[in-house]
Structure formats: C-alpha cells, structure tokens
Nanobody, 120 residues
C-alpha cells in the first residue's frame, strides 16, 4: 500500500523559513504529479503548488516565497517556505497522483498532514 509521509512542520516566527518533506512509501509504477495543499482553521483545503510534467504551478498567495522541488528517483517532494506570514498558518498536506504497483490507474494519495504555525 502506498503512503505519503510528511515531516518538517512546526512553529516559526513571521519572516522565517521552514522546509517540509514528503516521502512516498510502497511500490509505485508511475507518478503523474506531487505537490502540496494546505488547510487553515475554518477554511477549505487549497492548493499550494503542484509539480507535474517538469513544471510547477503555485497559488498566487505563495508565489515568490514558496518553492517545490522533487527527487524523482525516490518519489520525494519538498516545500521550501520563505518569508512566512501568519496567514500561512495551516495544516499542510502532501499530495500525489500515482499508479501503485498491482494497479493500472492513477490514484490520488494524501499524507496525514503536518501543522505549520507562523506566530511571534
């Protein structure tokens, strides 16, 4: 069974930086895309950014501050967050669209989430 496991959340002051990591475990035949979503208290889950097909798209709210990178060989994805703001406080979820071994169709897999709190 394929799982996504995040790490790296925590408390950071405004203007600070944090790096999140996500690793996929299990046998995977193909990956269409990997990226990050977030859900702030009382709000719906929203896209932060997605790396797919050699390109990456970002939400307008994080452009220029957040960077997504991938290690394709190990099915890992990272989220480097700079110039953090209090409004970036949320649970961040790793997301992957992939084909698990033993199947033939793409499936959307979610991590368990990691809390990022931006506060002084």
């Amino acid at each position: 069974q394929v799982q996504l496991v995040e790490s790296g959340g925590g408390l950071v002051q405004p203007g600070g930086s944090l790096r999140l990591s996500c690793a996929a475990s299990g046998r995977i035949l193909s990956v269409n895309g990997m990226g990050w979503y977030r859900q702030a208290p009382g709000k719906e889950r929203e896209l932060v950014g997605m790396a797919r097909g050699g390109s990456t798209n970002y939400a307008d709210s994080v452009k220029g501050r957040f960077t997504i990178s991938r290690i394709y060989a190990n099915n890992m994805v990272f989220l480097q967050m700079n110039s953090l703001k209090p409004e970036d406080t949320a649970v961040y979820y790793c997301n992957g669209v992939l084909v698990p071994a033993g199947t033939s169709t793409y499936r959307e897999i979610w991590g368990q989430g990691t809390l990022v709190t931006v506060s002084s």
